[in-house]
């Protein structure tokens, strides 16, 4: 039987590898942005991770003929209001680093006079095809604000997202960890059980 190919419409090293691993075993041949011709990115108009996880499979999967999954995901911190929430990726602006997303984070705290906040990890996914949406699933962490940057595992928030049944941040744990409570690896698990039967997913 012909194996069939799934396009991950992300450019996200860290997002690639991450979900490559989720996905690994699956009788489908995992596709990134750089191994199709160019194509433009969409424009994140959305105001919800759903919105937006609906709008870049959609997209690309019209623009590239292939069935795409798309997630969109991010950092929501209770005492910023929500904030980074859907601008997580250009918080402090596109050509910001993570260290001075960090920077602005702990910032906004002392501004709102607390050290540390309630906050968690969220994850939409979106998966479709040419014609339709076929299947969304979603995934949520929480944890708090580390009091300082630790660990060199991991990627993007990680290290200042502090979870407390591991005592560390997810930046301190090896990837099988991170990947057994994240909020990606949650959503991941929903689509590789609906890629594997169709008919009978649970989408939680």
Excluded: W
């Excluded at 997209?59 to 929500?82: C, H, I, P």
């Excluded at 014609?131 to 300082?148: C, D, K, N, Q």
Aim: contains cysteine; hydrophobic residues 40%.
């Amino acid at each position: 039987m012909a194996r069939s190919r799934l396009l991950l419409a992300t450019t996200n090293a860290g997002k690639i590898r991450e979900i490559r691993g989720l996905l690994a075993g699956l009788r489908i041949d995992l596709v990134g942005l750089d191994e199709v011709p160019a194509v433009e990115p969409p424009e994140e108009t959305g105001t919800t991770f759903a919105e937006n996880a609906r709008l870049k499979a959609s997209y690309y999967a019209r623009a590239t003929g292939l069935r795409a999954v798309a997630e969109d995901s991010g950092l929501e911190v209770d005492a910023l209001g929500g904030e980074p929430g859907v601008n997580s990726a250009r918080y402090g602006g596109s050509d910001a680093g993570y260290d001075r997303k960090f920077e602005l984070i702990y910032a906004g705290l002392r501004s709102a006079g607390v050290e540390t906040s309630a906050a968690r990890f969220v994850c939409a996914l979106a998966l479709a095809d040419e014609s339709a949406l076929l299947f969304e699933a979603r995934g949520v962490v929480e944890g708090r604000i580390a009091p300082a940057p630790a660990g060199d595992g991991g990627f993007g928030y990680d290290p200042i997202f502090f979870y407390p049944p591991y005592g560390c941040t997810l930046a301190q744990v090896p990837a099988d960890q991170k990947s057994a409570v994240s909020h990606r690896g949650q959503a991941f698990r929903h689509l590789r059980q609906y890629l594997r039967n169709p008919g009978h997913a649970d989408r939680t």
